[in-house]
Every structure is written in C-alpha cells, then in structure tokens.
C-alpha cells in the first residue's frame, strides 16, 4: 500500500500528523466517549478556571525583531473560472450525486463527500471553479525573515502544481447572485477542491491532511456548508446523517453554490407530517413563487472560506487554509460607475485578511502552540501575507474589506496619522459580517473578533485634506495579553508595534465612487423586521474539565444536540461563564444581536445590522434571534476562537420540519 493511509482503517491513520501530547490526549478522550462519562458524573463542572499555568502561557520567546512596513502588501490573486472541458473536470462532470466509485490508486472514493447537492435540480450550475491544496513553496513573508516553509495553501485550479503553485491566503472566488428580478437568471457554481496536501507528517509538526471547507456564512445545505465531522472517515456508504465532510489526500469534493440568497424555498412545501423525518434526501425541491431567488434583504457580500476539522481548525487556519468568498450583486455591483457606486473591485476594493502570528526564533519559520488550550496569540501582524506591510494609495475613496482570521485575538481597529497620533480620523462602516447596514454610518474604530468581518469606506482624499496625513496606519488599539480574553481596554494611538498596514497616500485620481455622506439607504437590501421567537434557548459558554464546553458538554460528533424546525424563529440566549471571551459563530444563518447584558441594541449601532458571529467579551450576555430557512441537515454552532472550538465548544444542531423546544440543549 502507498504511503498515504487509508482512513477507513482506523483512528491512527486519521491524523499522520504527530500533534501535541496535550491536544491528542484531549482528541482521544473526546473520541472515547470519556466527556459524556463526566459530565454525567459532573466532573466537568469542578473544573478548574484555567487549565494552562500562567507561565506556561507566557513561555514564549518572542518573535525576531522585524522591521515595519518593509514589504508591500500583496493583493490576493483572483481563482478563474474553469469551462467543464478543463483537466480538472473532464472525466467526472459535477454531479448532483457524488463520486463515491473507488480510485484504485487510493483505495478510497474518488469525491469525499458523502451526501448530494440539496435542491440540486431547482439550479443547475453555470459556472466552475477549481483549486487544489498542497504545501506553499518556501514564501517570503518578511525580508528580515528566512523563507517559511510551514504554510499550505491552495493555487488557481491548474492541473500541475509546479507551473500553478498554491498560496495563501487561499485564492479569492468572486460570484454573484442570481438577479432576484429574473427567475430565469442562474449563476449557480461548483467549486471543485482537490486534497493535494503532503501525506507525511506536516512541516512544523502542525495541520491535519485531512480537510472540510467551510465557507462563512453561505445559506448552503449541509453538503456544501463544510461542517466539522465526518464518524465514517470516509467510509463508501451514503447516509444523510452521517456528517460524511471531509475529504484525504488524492480526493476531490464538489461544494454546490446555488447562489440564491435565503428565503428560495415555498414553505408551502414543508412537511406537515410531523411521523415522516424530513431528511436530505427526502425534502420537496419547490422554489418559492413570491422569490425563486430568495429574499434579496437576505444578501451577503464579504464571505470568507477556511478549513474546519473537528480537532483540527485552529492548526490548519493558522497553516494558511483561509480565503476570501466574495458576492457581488445587482445594486452591489463591483462597479463604481453603477449600483451604489461603492469603490470598483478590485482596484479600489481590497479584501484584507489580517492575522498574528508568532515566528519561533530558534527555528525562525512560523508555528502555533497547540499546549495552550485558551488559544493562541502571535506578536507579529500578518496582512495578506507579509507581516506589518505598507500599501500604496491612491488620493481617493476605498473600499476595504478587513477579516480578523485569528485564532484568538479580539481586535479594536483604528486609522492613525503616525505625525499626529492625536487625531481622531473617520471613516464609514459599510456592513457587519457581509450585511451591508440600512446606510453607511461614520466611525473612527471598530472592533473586529475573530472570524469577523466589516467592510469599511475610507476617503484617503479627505482625510490628506482635513488631517494633513501623508501615511495613515491601520492600528490595532485592543489590548488582548491573555489568550482566552481581552481586557476591553485600548492603547494609547500611535504605537508602531500596534500598526498592521501603513498605508502611502499617493496621487489624486479620478474617483466615480458615491460618497459614503451621500448614501442614505442600502434599499432594497435592507433589515427584514426582527421576528417573535416561538422558541427560547440558553447556551452557557464555559470551560470544562480539560476543555472548553457548551452548556457542560464538549462537541460529540455522533450527537445533534437540539432540532430547529424550519421557518420557525428562535431566540437563543448566551451567557459566558468566568472571565473568558468567546466569539460565537453559528452556521448557515444570519442572526440578529436584539440585547447585549440585557440592554436592547439600539438601531443606530453597527451592531443592530445582521450578523453570523456574535463578539462576547468576558462576562457578557446577547440575545441572538434566529430563523432557519430553506434546508435540511445537521450544521455546527461553536466558538470561533478555533483554539476553543478544537478543545470542545462546539455542538451540531439540527433543521428539519419538526423541531424541538429544548430550553438547554
Ligand atoms: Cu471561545
């Protein structure tokens, strides 16, 4: 037998990688079944408050010293469209089923996927991508720094790796949504990923081969949403519940787009009959008369997509499996010159993914620290690549989309004119995790925790002319000393180390982009009105014994916690335990924040805007309402400080047409 293992045989030859002590002892227990034993012999509520020594956290020497803004920002390639007659399509045509026929080369199915396409047949797909993950070449990310040899990443589709390498951040795929004033319109999409990753232990004794690819947060069904588990290890049978998600080295996975946004599916066609359990397989494909697009309040623009193993994440994100989704449509058209006229992509629209990292200075290539279960946090900037870069600007307006990837640190992010830091400089806040708002609101910082995203307009033209600022730095203000917190608390302006992005004010050009001043309403893309719940839940986010929990009980993959019931609003309440901070991220649904520490969010706030993370920090409290559409299946809800969602605080949650009215689940 070739090199690679054949996951199917058993738990060892799941993971090749030799992880941590500390991390697989906390997976096999997991795996064993021995949380479920605790918390039913309620060890998990003795727990300590913090499982990791102080000094062990800070143990860490730092990273080698390195220099700001030596290294220009790179601007992530875009992935292509691919015709059905490219190598990567041409003997397997995209099915609504999948490929489960075994590849003798492997031994395993040629797809990893194991469910097919939800509602397959009311899109077919019209437009075809391809990447393939493997290892990065060794890739400057510094010019003080050795080449890093530690990174994976994905390239452009091609069919041979050393013409096509992969990157990271991972590509950026740019879709659109089918016209919601045209039934006949159908942008559907597949994005077929290979796994092409190393088969031997991973560079710098961190990742897992073995991937799931969630893109955050696409109203896709299960197959396609990259949910975290998959029991069977890939496994050739075909259940809907089997949560079959991954896919190994030499496999493929088709992840169907169909690029409606919710609300597509007539909830007339939802069972009634409460005896026949709605499955995958089993739901009604009708489209919605009133919207066979879907609800065009319901649009998301700013989506990202990273790898999302149960056990795994935190280690494969860090290695570089993370990347832009963006969806234009027809009002937020990527062109300035028509829609809302919002800065054209991608000269003037920057997707900016911003990270920390931590550089070993005994090995000088980048690494994670997987003892620690509070998280991890890095003491250098990664911007799209290269760390603390500086960027040339154009005198005029910009759109910039910023990710906080993390794993772990809660950001506060300013603008700062570096010759007089004393200046409090504005800019619009456009939207809040993909949502554009009802209209730009001015704002001179924002807090952005891990997984978030805002997109955010800033006129370099009228900040040069008012503030006199020849430089500008994007600056993180957050103070986040403790992995598994931050203070709340913001530092002083001005501080270089805090600087993620100089940016260069350059010439004036011409700018046909509307004023963010100007833009009174984002109609028809709008805030429905917040729905009555039918239904109220309470999730205490807390530590365990060993781990991180929801409600007492780490993740079990075998085990859907509670049921949603279709269409049917819910208001979820959560509370965090001790002094911990936990960004909590729900699949599949944009929800709404009504109250945080029991005051209702006011309609003037960013945060009253639709959101897919809620950013809690220590002690804090929100009121999360939520409504289920269109699909069927089993999807994650978890912290996402992915440190805390490998330890355990993670649960599957359920959708179908009957639901329950579990109060705790
Ligand atoms: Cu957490």
Redesign the pocket.
């Known amino acids: 037998m070739d090199s690679r293992e054949t996951p199917q045989s058993s738990n060892a030859a799941e993971d090749p990688a030799p992880s941590t002590p500390a991390l697989d002892a906390r997976r096999n227990a997991l795996k064993a079944g021995v949380g479920t034993a605790l918390v039913a012999g309620g060890q998990w509520e003795a727990g300590a408050q913090s499982v990791a020594p102080v000094a062990q956290r800070l143990s860490r020497p730092p990273s080698p010293a390195t220099r700001p803004f030596v290294d220009r920002m790179s601007i992530i390639p875009q992935l292509p469209s691919r015709p059905l007659t490219d190598p990567a399509f041409a003997s397997t045509p995209p099915s609504k089923w999948p490929n489960r026929t075994i590849n003798p080369a492997t031994k395993l199915p040629y797809e990893g996927r194991g469910d097919p396409h939800q509602f397959r047949e009311l899109a077919e797909p019209t437009v075809f991508f391809a990447m393939r993950y493997g290892a990065v070449p060794p890739v400057n990310i510094h010019s003080d720094l050795n080449p890093q040899t530690n990174f994976w990443g994905a390239n452009l589709g091609g069919h041979d790796l050393a013409l096509d390498r992969p990157v990271t951040p991972l590509p950026t795929i740019v879709t659109r949504y089918s016209d919601h004033r045209n039934p006949l319109d159908n942008k559907a999409v597949i994005v077929r990923r290979f796994n092409n990753l190393p088969t031997g232990a991973p560079s710098g004794g961190f990742g897992k081969n073995s991937i799931t690819v969630h893109t955050h947060n696409f109203h896709g069904g299960p197959d396609t949403d990259g949910g975290p588990c998959d029991p069977s290890l890939g496994a050739s049978s075909i259940d809907p519940w089997t949560q079959g998600r991954f896919f190994f080295p030499g496999q493929y996975y088709d992840y169907y787009y169909n690029m409606k946004r919710a609300g597509f599916i007539d909830p007339a066609s939802h069972s009634k009959n409460p005896l026949i359990k709605t499955t995958p397989s089993n739901v009604i494909p009708r489209l919605n008369p009133a919207m066979p697009h879907g609800d065009v309040r319901e649009t998301l623009g700013t989506l990202w997509y990273h790898e999302h193993r149960e056990g795994g994440t935190s280690a494969n994100i860090y290695k570089g499996l993370a990347g832009f989704h963006l969806i234009f449509n027809e009002y937020d058209t990527g062109d300035e010159t028509t829609g809302f006229r919002l800065p054209s992509y991608p000269k003037y629209d920057i997707p900016i993914l911003i990270t920390d990292i931590w550089v070993n200075p005994s090995t000088g290539q980048t690494e994670i620290d997987l003892s620690n279960i509070d998280?991890h946090l890095g003491d250098k900037y990664l911007v799209n690549g290269k760390i603390q870069p500086h960027f040339p600007v154009d005198k005029r307006r910009y759109r910039l989309r910023l990710l906080n990837k993390g794993p772990s640190r809660y950001q506060t992010l300013a603008l700062t004119n570096p010759a007089n830091p004393s200046q409090n400089i504005p800019f619009w806040i456009i939207s809040s995790d993909g949502n554009l708002l009802t209209k730009p609101i001015q704002a001179t910082s924002v807090r952005l925790c891990p997984a978030q995203r805002v997109d955010v307009i800033v006129d370099f033209a009228a900040i040069a002319a008012t503030f006199g600022a020849q430089t500008l730095w994007l600056e993180n203000r957050g103070i986040h000393t403790e992995p598994?917190k931050p203070t709340g608390d913001l530092a002083p302006k001005g501080i270089v180390a805090n600087a993620v992005i100089e940016f260069r004010i350059g010439a004036p050009v011409a700018d046909a982009s509307a004023n963010p001043a100007t833009i009174t309403s984002f109609a028809p893309i709008s805030l429905p009105p917040i729905p009555t719940p039918a239904v109220t839940r309470t999730f205490d986010?807390k530590t365990a014994d060993g781990g991180?929990s929801v409600n007492g009980e780490v993740v079990d993959c075998l085990k859907v916690r509670f049921w949603m019931k279709r269409g049917r609003p819910e208001r979820w309440i959560y509370n965090l335990g001790g002094g911990?901070?936990?960004?909590?991220h729900m699949h599949f649904v944009e929800g709404r924040i009504t109250r945080r520490n029991g005051v209702a969010v006011p309609a003037t706030s960013p945060a009253f805007g639709r959101v897919d993370v809620v950013d809690l920090y220590p002690g804090e409290s929100a009121e999360f309402i939520v409504t289920p559409t269109d699909y069927v299946g089993v999807y994650p809800l978890h912290?996402?400080?992915s440190v805390?969602?490998d330890y355990g605080?993670m649960l599957l949650f359920g959708v179908d047409d009957v639901g329950d009215t579990k109060a705790q689940p």
């Not at 911990?580 to 909590?584: A, F, K, S, V």
């Open positions: 998280g598994e986010w991180w911990w901070g936990h960004p909590l912290c996402h400080n805390h969602e605080m």
